[in-house]
């Protein structure tokens, strides 16, 4: 899709939270090149063990690593170089070394996962505002909204909750004045430049344009979420019909 | 089966948590005080990760159907088995029929009942742990409720026996803590003067705070710029400061990713006693070094050796 940058060398800083986590930082902000890289990163992190390692979590422009400092000290003692060192920087010596070896083109084809929504009505109730203050019909924001192809930065803030990147600022509105107190899942809201699906029923402030009868959070899955960091997604219009439909047999 | 009588205040079922999903957005969750809820499985001969119930403020009142192995570590909730006094730290045999009733904390804030065979409730996501905000694992994945039964499972190590832990063993609670930091990642977002009030001033415990964090409020801590950071993910102990300048502790329930600075994190081996403090009570932090932190991660290490090895029936 980009092949000027399809191979990008990669280097990230190195900075230790507390004695049980190494922040590796790749720098540049939010942006699709910086997540070609932290995803490069990750799906290195996915396909090898490393001893002491015990979970990952990716963000717009980092990934944390966490880690059982005990067992990583104990693992290096006999390491001429590194027996004397914190465990961050024993792991973050490791790390570095896979870093540098990434090349952001080796990675995976994202998924591209299509998401139904049943737009204003009930299940949409800020649609006609969205509309209003962007000088828009309600079909021009569905159709503005459901053309867009987003990226997912990163998967957080609330179980299988997606930090989208990719929503066109033709319809990117503030949030509402007043927070709503409960929000229900799989709501569709846009918030200032961003939109997103809320995973679970949670109190909020944006503009809800629709709703999706998909479960984004599945916790009797594993992985317990249906989107993952590095995933393309499409919404498309579906009527409150089909919405009813989906509920009563979730595909 | 255990039956619910009185739940008390906020009280769950945690184990040490749900350890692998961060990166879809699931908090950890698991016993807030991980040192007591871990000797309380020993001193019943349970796997150190066995489900125990964690009472915070004030305890429940149980009704045992059948005979039990029990022990209570963590705060003093003035149990009593049958009206009569137990001890904490050690462990007892509750008889069939035995009532366990538990108070007001009068030491520490939050209280951790081990059944031997720990509490059998379904595995999500591999773990036992309770967790509220996601609605998930323990008890129906909320707090207790009057009349709510519990089971007693099949998580024992090896056969134990009764009686009092160690007096080495048993942390003294206060309501002044200090509490070990290591600066990072963003502490440079701050100015010198924002580290020596940070360091220099005694923090209280808000009623805000709960199984997410804890919530401070003492002299405020001010930005160098700006307090918004790209969002990243957090962690256990991790001290964030919002632009209020009030810093905020990440503990078992704490959302994975957030966009403020970070000041640092207190280290793992301080978190027990982070959680024992209740509203009202005062923090000072000191700043420390992972070799500090190192040290006080091997000696809990050692600990639990010892008193699994005490606790052993031969």
Redesign the interface.
């Known amino acids: 899709m980009h092949p000027k940058t399809s191979n990008m060398k990669c280097n990230a800083t190195m ?7 190494v ?1 590796v ?1 790749f720098g540049g ?2 942006h699709p090149d910086t997540h070609r890289k932290v995803k490069a990163f ?1 799906e290195y992190l996915d396909s090898h063990c490393l001893p002491g390692m ?9 990934v ?1 690593v ?1 880690y059982d ?2 067992m990583v ?1 104990q693992l290096h003692q006999d390491h001429v170089e590194l027996r004397k060192e ?3 920087r024993i792991i973050s010596v490791i790390l570095q070394k896979i870093v540098a070896e990434l090349r952001t083109g080796d990675g995976q084809e994202a998924r591209i996962v299509e998401i139904p929504v049943c737009y204003g009505g009930e299940l949409g109730p800020d649609l006609a505002y969205v509309a209003e203050y962007n000088k828009l019909t309600v079909d021009e924001v569905i159709d503005i909204h459901s053309m867009g192809d987003y990226l997912v930065y ?8 997606p ?1 989208l990147g990719g929503m066109s600022e033709k319809i990117s509105t503030p949030r509402r004045q007043s927070p709503r107190m409960t929000i229900s899942a799989g709501s569709v809201g846009i918030a200032g430049v961003q939109t997103g699906v809320y ?2 029923p949670t109190p909020g402030g944006w503009q809800l344009i629709g709703r999706t009868p998909l479960a984004l ?1 599945r ?2 899955e ?4 249906l989107l ?2 590095g995933d393309r997604i499409r919404f498309y219009p579906i009527s409150q019909q089909e919405y009813e439909e989906y509920k009563r047999e979730p595909i | 089966m255990i039956t619910t009588i009185e739940p008390g205040l906020f009280t769950t079922i945690q184990d040490q948590g749900r350890w692998g999903f961060q990166a879809y957005g699931m908090p950890i969750s698991g016993a807030m005080d991980r040192y007591a809820s871990q000797v309380a499985n020993l001193l019943v001969g349970n796997r150190h990760d066995a489900a125990v119930l964690e009472m915070t403020g004030t305890g429940g009142t149980f009704k045992f159907d059948e005979k039990q192995i029990v022990a209570v570590c963590g705060g003093d909730m003035q149990g009593l088995l049958n009206h009569i006094s137990i001890s904490n730290w050690s462990t007892f045999i509750v008889p069939r029929r035995g009532i366990l009733r538990f108070d007001t904390a009068a030491s520490g804030y939050r209280t951790y009942l081990a059944v031997r065979g720990g509490f059998e409730v379904p595995i999500v996501l591999g773990s036992r742990s309770t967790c509220t905000p996601v609605k998930i694992g323990g008890h129906e994945g909320r707090v207790l409720r009057q009349g709510d039964v519990l089971h007693v499972g099949r998580d024992m190590e090896c056969e134990t026996q009764l009686g009092s832990l160690a007096d080495g063993y048993i942390p003294q609670y206060a309501n002044e803590v200090q509490l070990r930091v290591i600066l990072g990642p963003q502490d440079t977002m701050f100015g010198s003067a924002a580290l020596d009030t940070f360091f220099g001033s005694s923090y209280k415990v808000t009623t805000q705070s709960d199984r997410t964090g804890y919530r401070l409020k003492g002299p405020k801590i001010k930005h160098l710029g700006n307090a918004d950071i790209i969002s990243e993910a957090v962690w256990l102990g991790a001290i964030q400061v919002p632009v209020h300048g009030m810093p905020f502790i990440m503990t078992a329930d704490h959302q994975t990713t957030r966009g403020f600075a970070k000041l640092g994190s207190v280290i793992r081996g301080d978190l027990p006693k982070l959680v024992q403090t209740k509203p009202g009570d005062c923090i000072r932090f000191r700043c420390s070094t992972e070799e500090e932190a190192i040290e006080a991660l091997q000696k809990e290490q050692e600990s639990y050796r010892n008193i699994a090895h005490a606790c052993k029936k031969e």
């Not at chain 1, 990163?154 to 909750?161: D, W």
């Not at chain 1, 594993?222 to 979420?225: F, G």
Request: aromatic share 16%; net charge negative.
């Open positions: 900075l230790p939270l507390g004695e049980s986590a922040l930082e902000g939010i990750t015990i979970e990952y979590v990716s963000a717009f422009s980092s944390t966490f400092s005990l000290k914190p465990s961050y990163m998967v957080g803030f609330a179980p299988g909750f930090y995973p679970i959070f916790p009797n594993n992985p317990p979420s993952q960091a």
